[in-house]
């Protein structure tokens, strides 16, 4: 049996999307068949240290991302000797802390080690780092015995440095749809007190400086202005557990909403599990999720609304991504265009025909992204595909 050692920043019941992509890619893995999975993560104090499912073990040790993380990672190396080490980067989860730049290279003297790079953000090294920073990020690819990145433009960013030993592999919907036949929409809507005549345009997902909420906010309230019965349902927790930059902004939001005077028709369901999420996706009319630096498949939240064969609009992608076809799969618009955005979403609600044409491209789309296939391509990389 091959054993795999993963480290993450975070993991369920912590929220955030990196934990969810690793317990998802965990089950995947063990699913293949002969491969062990031991999760190395931050302890909770109402967790156990140490919870075994199946052949995913995992280890709640790490009370804080620093200096001291390689020896609590090396000292369960030493009873669970790993085939290969993946960390699961995100500046973010880890509290911006660069000892997880090194690790890479100081694990690779001794097992195989690769970084699944979930974004490019650099992390904080010390005032006025300035160039250093970037050059963190790059060393820890270079040093790193092989790297993943989920997305096109990650991918081209990290060649350009020179980074070789390097796979594209995409994320699938951290949130498996659940089959929800006898969905009951007026009902769901009573039960969280909208009204039942209200269009409700769906937001899944933390509120972030790069999800355009400014831009989502002024569009309802630009909808609203010209006489739309329209609201703002958001599926999820607000801010999650790893980056506290996520609550000022959800401030600044909230700010906002007084400001345009819509607070009343912001609707937020709070963290959900899997099921509820399902039946929140079947309530809007559309999904909204403006990114500001444009739609990526790096998007855990895109890939989970089109799991739910959502009719989504969203911004236009920064770099070539052909699966993404306008008025196909996607509504595509501007980032930072809350009159576009409101334009888009009125299209879409408007016209019965253009939205089933969405929901049945985003299903279609997402058929491309399963786990099974996303486990196969990491093993296959990492060479440790079954025989």
């Known amino acids: 049996m091959k054993r795999i050692t993963i480290i993450t920043g975070e993991y369920p019941p912590m929220q955030g999307g990196v934990g969810d992509y690793t317990r998802q890619l965990a089950q995947a893995v063990v699913a293949q068949g002969d491969y062990e999975v031991h999760v190395v993560t ?24 620093g200096w001291r993380t390689r020896s609590n990672v090396e000292s369960i190396h030493r009873v669970y000797p790993p085939d290969v080490v993946n960390i699961q980067y995100q500046a973010a989860a880890y509290q911006m802390h660069p000892a997880i730049n090194l690790l890479p290279a100081m694990l690779a003297r001794r097992v195989p080690t690769w970084v699944t790079f979930h974004d490019l953000k650099v992390p904080y090294l010390f005032p006025k780092a300035g160039p250093l920073r970037w050059k963190a990020i790059v060393n820890m690819a270079k040093s790193a015995t092989g790297c993943i990145v989920t ?39 009573a039960s969280h ?26 569009a309802i ?45 912001i609707h937020a369901t709070g963290f959900l599990e899997d099921t509820a999420v399902s039946m929140a996706f079947a309530a809007c009319s559309c999904v909204a999720l403006p990114y500001r630096d444009g739609a990526s498949f790096r998007r855990g939240t895109l890939m989970a609304a089109l799991a739910h064969g959502c009719a989504v609009i969203t911004t236009r992608p920064r770099v070539s991504t052909p699966e993404m076809i306008h008025e196909e799969n996607l509504l595509l618009v501007p980032p930072d265009s809350p009159s576009s955005l409101a334009e888009a979403i009125a299209r879409t609600l408007d016209n019965p025909t253009l939205r089933r044409k969405l929901q049945a491209g985003a299903r279609a789309l997402s058929s491309q992204f399963q786990w099974g296939h996303i486990a196969a391509q990491m093993l296959h990389a990492m060479k440790l595909a079954a025989d």
């Open 221 to 265: 309230a630009e909808l609203r202005a010209q006489g739309r019965n329209v609201g703002l349902l958001h599926i999820g927790g607000q801010t999650g557990d790893s980056d506290p930059t996520n609550q000022t902004y959800a401030a600044r939001l909230s700010a906002l909403a007084q400001e345009l005077g819509i607070q009343v028709h």
């Open 151 to 189: 997305n096109t433009e990650d991918f081209d960013a990290l060649r350009q440095e020179g980074v070789t030993r390097l796979h594209l592999i995409p994320i699938g919907s951290n949130i498996a749809p659940a089959a929800i036949p006898d969905f009951d929409r007026q009902a769901w809507l």
């Open 42 to 65: 931050k302890y909770l104090p109402q967790r156990p240290n140490l919870e075994r499912a199946g052949n995913i073990t995992v280890h709640r040790l790490i009370s804080h991302w």
């Open 193 to 218: 007190n909208i009204p039942p005549d209200k269009l409700l345009v769906g937001y899944f997902g933390f509120w972030n400086e790069s999800k355009g909420g400014e831009s989502l906010l002024r």
